[in-house]
């Protein structure tokens, strides 16, 4: 079994999704091109950040984003972001790693290549016997680099990455991934999944507790794997802090009544996405004031 990991950092409580800037939305179509068209400007973007800091959020979840990257860059006020890496379209096959392939000539890819072989040196035993964590570290922090951040809330582990380690029943991947995001992402570092119910049990059979789990909890049960009991008892019964996506069921119920649903039901934070959000400032203070 792998040793026990305790959380070191408080989970957060309320952040804003802009993954939907750059990866496909749980939505109608209608309604993903009529928010990628509000904010194809940066500065709209740019205002939008700090109206959402302003009305209750910690930090904005995202990946690398050019849309999140040019609007951060109009601003003088950092904006915490907590990083979802790595970075997976959906045309990307996790195990293809081309920063091992860069061109040698190019200075700014053989600094690139060797801060990944220092952050993997972080882990060198684990480097040495080739495992996934070692694997995904440099390329997490080679992404890190290219947010455009001037504050890092923290590490999620995107739920790719995630559901193929917990198919695989690594779990030495979740307990070395949680040491380098602690270490390397500012203390907090946490898990995104679409398999909410049986990573948490798998986190307590291993006896690791990551800062947070991201997955989704909603009234309809949407997206709630195995099955909306099963993860509303894991969520109780286990005491992983968690933070609920899908608040809307993919556009089916109300954010405020999909807010109040997982709260009552035991999670610990709210993680409303853009495509969810009409007047961001309003929707998040009441969001907010429910999460408190």
Do not use: C
Not at 82 to 111: I, K, M
Not at 154 to 170: F, I, Q, Y
Request: net charge neutral; aromatic share 6%.
């Amino acid at each position: 079994m792998s040793p026990r990991v305790r959380a070191k950092a408080q989970a957060p409580r309320l952040l804003l999704g802009a993954s939907s800037l750059e990866l496909p939305a749980r939505t109608t179509r209608d309604r993903a091109l009529e928010v990628a068209g509000r904010f194809r400007e940066p500065e709209s973007l740019a205002v939008t950040l700090v109206k959402a800091l302003d009305a209750g959020a910690e930090a904005v979840y995202s990946g690398p984003s050019s849309t999140l990257r040019a609007a951060l860059a109009e601003l003088r006020r950092p904006v915490p972001v907590l990083a979802r890496l790595p970075h997976t379209p959906p045309s990307e096959d996790l195990f293809h790693e081309p920063w091992l392939t860069r061109d040698p000539g190019d200075d700014s890819a053989a600094w690139n290549s060797m801060r990944a072989s220092l952050a993997g040196l972080s882990m060198p035993v684990a480097a040495m016997r080739g495992d996934l964590a070692a694997r995904i570290a440099g390329r997490m922090e080679q992404e890190r680099d290219t947010l455009g951040a001037k504050s890092i809330a923290g590490l999620a582990v995107s739920s790719p990455l995630t559901d193929l380690a917990l198919a695989a029943g690594n779990a030495k991947f979740f307990d070395q991934v949680l040491r380098f995001g602690r270490a390397r992402f500012g203390g907090l570092a946490g898990f995104e999944t679409r398999n909410l119910g049986y990573l948490l049990s798998q986190l307590e059979a291993w006896g690791i507790e990551p800062d947070f789990v991201i997955g989704p909890v909603n009234p309809r049960g949407f997206g709630m794997v195995p099955g909306p009991a099963q993860v509303i008892a894991a969520v109780k019964r286990l005491g992983i802090p968690v933070v609920a996506s899908e608040l809307r069921a993919g556009g089916t119920v109300l954010l405020a009544d999909g807010a109040r649903y997982a709260l009552e039901n035991g999670v610990t934070g709210l993680l409303p996405e853009l495509v969810d959000l009409d007047d961001v400032a309003g929707e998040l203070r009441g969001l907010s004031a429910l999460a408190r």
